[in-house]
T-cell receptor
């Protein structure tokens, strides 16, 4: 089955700096890669996703890149703000049917200090 | 906008007791997922349903069962509870729409979770 590895496990940056989180996946057939942000005690919330037919996607300060050959994808956050502090999870799936599971990475705890 | 509703939000049980968690998806959503998240861990997929039929199955213990009802709400039944079952249980829902490529790229919207504590 699919396995997703995520690095680093913790990341501390200064406000205004950029943050990069990387994930690798094992199943070359996977074609959907969402990123979720989870604040302490709260629900995971989708912040951006990418499909395998696209190499990069951007939404304001957040961007995701995908390298299908290397089977890795990355989340880039620019101009970080204290409210970006949270746990970020990458995930992968091959949604051939409705209800396909997301396989998550172990998460990255991002701390943005002002 | 309406969100996924889960009840109860908190539940305390003794070992070997049973528990029932309920999930009410976003209106019009026909797909429900259950995830278990231990402290400091990632969400682990348990099971999902599409149009009241089981769709995908993950690491759900045999002591657990689930179903989706005609109004699309879902219930997760947990029996013979163990200390290790203490976790946050999230339900997520999505609209099962297939795109031109025949894939279901549907965002999973998570509920607030039920925190289960087994003593």
């Amino acid at each position: 089955g699919e396995n997703v590895e995520q690095h680093p496990s913790t990341l501390s940056v200064q406000e205004g700096d950029s943050a990069v989180i990387k994930c690798t996946y094992s199943d070359s057939a996977s074609n959907y890669f969402p990123w979720y942000k989870q604040e302490l005690g709260k629900r995971p919330q989708l912040i951006i996703d990418i499909r395998s037919n696209v190499g990069e996607k951007k939404d304001q300060r957040i961007a995701v890149t995908l390298n299908k050959t290397a089977k890795h994808f990355s989340l880039h956050i620019t101009e970080t703000q204290p409210e970006d502090s949270a746990v970020y999870f990458c995930a992968a799936s091959l949604p051939r049917q409705a209800g396909t599971a997301l396989i998550f990475g172990k998460g990255t705890t991002l701390s943005v200090s002002s | 906008a309406a969100g996924v509703i889960q009840s109860p939000r908190h539940l305390i049980k003794e070992k070997r007791e049973t528990a029932t968690l309920k999930c009410y998806p976003i209106p019009r959503h026909d797909t429900v997922y259950w995830y278990q998240q231990g402290p400091g861990q990632d969400p682990q997929f348990l099971i999902s349903f599409y149009e009241k039929m089981q769709s995908d199955k993950g690491s759900i213990p045999d002591r657990f069962s689930a179903q989706q009802f005609s109004d699309y709400h879902s219930e997760l039944n947990m029996s013979s509870l163990e200390l290790g079952d203490s976790a946050l249980y999230f339900c997520a829902s999505s609209l099962g729409v297939r795109d031109r490529e025949y894939y279901y790229y549907n965002e999973q919207f998570f509920g607030p979770g039920t925190r289960l504590t087994v003593l």
